[in-house]
DNA sequence: TGATTAGATGTTGCGTATGC
DNA sequence: GCATACGCAACATCTAATCA
């Protein structure tokens, strides 16, 4: 992923400098991520909106980047950022149960080749029409399980083993403590595993 | 090449806050 | 009061780099 995008280096000024290459290039590597990010806070129903809205603030605030981190930290953040306060501002929980059916969270397209599942989870054990279904179903429970979790966890599970970022972005993305996003990435990967084994038992 | 080391990551236990 | 989520700290484990 992104092996074409210039570094931070080159990219920031060129952004500042308002070329459209630039923000084509940042907009190409970046924006798939984005909504992965948002739907794991908000849900599906309003991901992209919370991305439309967090690339207006990300290329607000360009200007007062920092670059303590990298700007694809600094991007997510703003990502994060804008998903929490769109999910304080809304008056009812939204509803995870609007996602097309199974397919929430594990849209193969939004793996990149350094994440743990770098191949869809349709291919697991697919030999037969049985495992086939088998693995539909599986997918279905791990998307079920990916629902059921709070935000930040949900967060933290699809930054780390979807999008395979360090702890260290993690946690800066999600603003909390280097331990506090270990824990949340634990008991995220707890609770889908009790699904997966719950599924294997049925 | 094997031992050592440091950093990153994972695990566990316990306390606190919050909503029902 | 209870269940759930979050936060912190300490410890365990893994992995890559370094060195003799």
Known sequence: ??????????????????????????VSAYHGLMVHLARAIVGPAIADEVAQEAWLAVIRALPRFERRSSLKTWILRIVSN????????????????????SRANTDPSQFNASGRWASPPTVWHADTPDDLLASQELRTCIDAALRTLPPLQRAALTLRDMQGLNMESICKVLEVSESNGRVLLHRARNRVHAAIEEFYQR
């Open 1 to 26: 992923m992104n092996q074409q995008l210039p570094s931070d280096d080159e990219l920031i000024p060129r952004l500042l400098a308002h070329d459209e290459t630039a923000y084509t290039q940042v």
């Open 82 to 101: 804008t998903a929490k306060t769109r999910l304080r501002h809304e008056s009812r929980t939204v509803s995870l149960e609007d996602a097309p059916a």
